[in-house]
């Protein structure tokens, strides 16, 4: 559990420092995420970044168990 929690202190740690890149990649807003503006309303889902990520994390974690 130790361990656990500074590896995901860590990463938190890392994608803060790296924001300013991070948010340079266009996900959020790709061809198929949905974003929808009605009177009073918003609604947005990033179904096609949610799917790219899932895809990335999938790898890595299978590379790394490896």
Same mark, same amino acid.
């Given at each position: 559990?130790? !361990?656990?929690?500074?590896?995901?202190?860590?990463?938190?740690?890392?994608?803060?420092?790296?924001?300013?890149?991070?948010?340079?990649?266009?996900?959020?807003?790709?061809?198929?995420?949905?974003?929808?503006?009605?009177?009073?309303?918003?609604?947005?889902?990033?179904?096609?970044?949610?799917?790219?990520?899932?895809?990335?994390?999938?790898?890595?974690?299978?590379?790394? !168990?490896?």
């Amino acid at each position: 559990m130790n !361990r656990w929690l500074l590896g995901a202190g860590f990463t938190l740690i890392l994608a803060g420092l790296s924001w300013p890149w991070l948010s340079r990649l266009p996900l959020g807003r790709l061809p198929g995420d949905l974003h929808v503006q009605r009177e009073g309303w918003d609604l947005y889902f990033p179904v096609t970044s949610c799917v790219l990520v899932s895809l990335a994390l999938t790898l890595v974690l299978w590379l790394w !168990r490896r």
